[in-house]
């Protein structure tokens, strides 16, 4: 099929990459330039493992373009919607202003028969208000929101072979259309039997925030058990062990630690509760806060740790941290737990050196101020405390022993619990972790 893809960031590069490797003949837009070249020549714009490959094999093929000009869209009969939806400025509501303009822009360049796909996560609403959009000015397309649930570090993977398949639909003739036309985009999916939800707007609005928020509250669930651990001494590593047999409950995403960030869960439990709020039905999320609360407070008790492994005096004091991204596997800085919690240490006058395999140029793109280093060892050497933020592998085997050969002080704190302390200690090191005795 002929696609456009418009938008070319985390979403949109993967989808348009995803969708030519799947055999469609793709046309990938981008109103930013630098971006648009770099794709064009196969280089994908930041770090998601398979996608240098998949981008590739499609552009060298012939099968995958770019392209800053809209007017490219034209003849395509699927344009995915997948810009960004950031958190407002001075407000929690989300910032539709790229969804607009993208929508805006497609219009004069859409016929009759064309799908406009919505794959940005929006408040619920949207899909009918730009439906509606789309209708009046007669050029014959429909619209289809198409929510998205792939992760950064899997993304191509969770695009090619999805775990489920969610269209929000008009009714009538134009949604069995949809369906049809999704369908054959999908072939290999549906092929393969890959669950299928056809739906309303509003439901497929809805089930993309509220999966995001049911994972944001699961995180912060534990988290808040990690809370009543360190008051009672208990262990929540072994605590979200137990309760994670029971099938019911589950062990994924009861990882307690320094909680979750990124361009995704933080925005969207935001944006869902002002959204709530506006139609409202503010107090059925307002749950939401208290999980965005125990998240950000998870931050503070690392710094807390780190202080007080300082001797309440972190001036001067090296801290090597290692970790930049909001989780192994991907240069995504938005949001992220690991660089807030150093510059937060470094605004106390804490000598930070910070280490990351992917994230120092993002890193340090927003935050200058911070010293980075590529070398673990260099971060290590001389530390006064070790502060554990993102579960990299490199970070996550860490060699105890050879570690403390390094640093000043054997002193770790292991805001991703996933070191074994009964090892580091016997190493030498003043172990912490969160939620852990
Ligand atoms: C999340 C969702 O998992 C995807 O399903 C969704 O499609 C995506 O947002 C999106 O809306 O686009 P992602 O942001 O890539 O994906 O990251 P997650 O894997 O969900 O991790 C989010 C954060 O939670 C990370 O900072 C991670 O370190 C943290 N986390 C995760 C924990 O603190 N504990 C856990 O047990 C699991």
Redesign the pocket.
């Known amino acids: 099929m002929k696609i456009s893809v418009i938008g070319c960031g985390?979403?949109g590069a993967v989808h348009a990459s995803a969708m030519a490797e799947l055999g469609h003949d793709v046309i990938g837009i981008d109103v930013d330039a630098d971006k648009i070249a770099r794709l064009a020549e196969g280089k994908p714009p930041f770090f998601e493992p398979g996608l240098p490959e998949i981008l590739t094999s499609a552009t060298a093929s012939g099968r995958l373009r770019f392209s800053t000009d809209i007017a490219d869209a034209a003849g395509s009969q699927v344009h995915f919607v997948a810009v960004g939806t950031p958190q407002k400025q001075g407000s929690h509501a989300a910032d539709l202003t790229y969804v607009d303009a993208a929508i805006d822009s497609l219009m004069p360049y859409l016929s009759p028969g064309d799908l406009v796909a919505g794959k940005s996560?929006v408040p619920v609403g949207t899909a009918a208000r730009l439906a509606k959009l789309i209708t009046e000015s007669g050029n014959g397309a429909s619209l289809v929101w198409n929510?998205?649930?792939?992760?950064?570090?899997?993304?191509v993977q969770?695009t090619i072979t999805p775990d489920r398949l969610v269209y929000g639909v008009p009714a009538g003739e134009a949604g069995e259309h949809a369906v049809r036309v999704l369908n054959e985009v999908y072939a290999s999916a549906i092929a393969a039997e890959t669950p299928l939800v056809i739906t309303d707007y509003a439901t497929a609005e809805l089930v993309?925030v509220s999966?995001?928020a049911f994972?944001?509250t699961?995180?912060s669930f534990?988290?808040a058990m990690a809370e009543i651990a360190e008051v009672t001494g208990a262990d929540v590593s072994q605590l979200a062990e137990a309760i994670g047999y029971d099938p019911r409950i589950g062990r994924?995403?009861?990882?307690?630690?320094?909680?979750?960030?990124?361009?995704?869960?933080p925005k969207?439990i935001r944006a869902f509760t002002a959204r709530a709020e506006e139609l409202g039905a503010g107090e059925s999320v307002a749950f939401l806060k208290e999980v965005d609360a125990i998240?950000l407070r998870?931050r503070k008790r690392v710094i807390d740790l780190t202080v007080a492994a300082l001797g309440g005096q972190p001036f001067g004091k090296k801290v090597a941290v290692l970790g930049l991204s909001?989780?192994?596997h991907?240069d995504?800085v938005r949001d992220?737990?690991a660089l807030d919690v150093a510059v937060q240490l470094r605004g106390l006058g804490a000598d930070v050196v910070a280490t990351d395999p992917q994230a120092i140029e993002n890193a340090r793109s927003r935050h200058p101020q911070l010293t980075y280093t590529e070398s673990l060892e260099d971060a290590l050497r001389d530390a006064d405390v070790v502060v554990h933020v993102?579960?990299w592998p490199e970070y996550r085997q860490l060699d105890p022993v050879w570690a403390a050969s390094l640093v000043r002080v054997p002193s770790v704190i292991d805001g991703?619990n996933s070191y074994d302390s009964a090892a580091w200690r016997a190493a030498g090191w003043t172990y912490k972790g969160l939620g852990k005795p």
């Open positions: 985390y979403l996560t929510p998205e649930f792939l992760r950064e570090g899997f993304a969770d993309k999966a995001n994972l944001a699961k995180i534990i988290n994924r995403f009861l990882g307690a630690g320094v909680g979750f960030g990124g361009g995704c869960l969207d998240n998870r909001f989780k192994p991907s995504d992220s737990p993102t579960e991703r």
